[in-house]
């Protein structure tokens, strides 16, 4: 599966984003899928996961109540909507896939993720 997500931009401290991430080249309903991102001179870390169908969700607990993962199937398309942003969550934003059954967990480790976009640059300016 190929994956193109988009959405970033640069924005003030309290504003929100939309990012989204389109599938394709695959069944997506059969993938768990992912939000990670990446800050200058750090890890990867995990932001957000939801399961194939939707029913589960998983959050960083950075990022518990201000961000918000969604899928649409039908559009084949992943979104993360992001609130009330702080300079900490400066960094580029990427969507994973990994392949799984209906019952899997949401899946928090990068090296659980198959798949990988291109990722998209989010600022926030305080």
């Known amino acids: 599966v190929q994956l193109q997500a988009s959405g970033g931009g640069l924005v003030q401290a309290g504003d929100s984003l939309r990012l989204s991430c389109a599938a394709s080249?695959?069944?997506?309903?059969?993938?768990?899928m992912g939000w990670f991102r990446q800050a200058p001179g750090k890890e990867r870390e995990f932001v957000a996961g939801i399961s194939r169908s939707g029913g589960r969700t998983d959050y960083a607990d950075s990022v518990k109540g201000r961000f918000t993962i969604s899928r649409d199937n039908a559009k084949n398309t992943v979104y993360l909507q992001m609130n009330s942003l702080k300079p900490e969550d400066t960094a580029i934003y990427y969507c994973?896939?990994?392949?799984?059954?209906?019952?899997?967990?949401?899946?928090?480790?990068?090296?659980?993720?198959?798949?990988w976009g291109q990722g998209t640059q989010v600022t926030v300016s305080s």
């Open positions: 080249g695959g069944t997506f309903s059969r993938y768990t």
């Open positions: 994973a896939a990994k392949w799984t059954i209906s019952t899997a967990p949401v899946f928090q480790g990068y090296d659980d993720y198959n798949y």
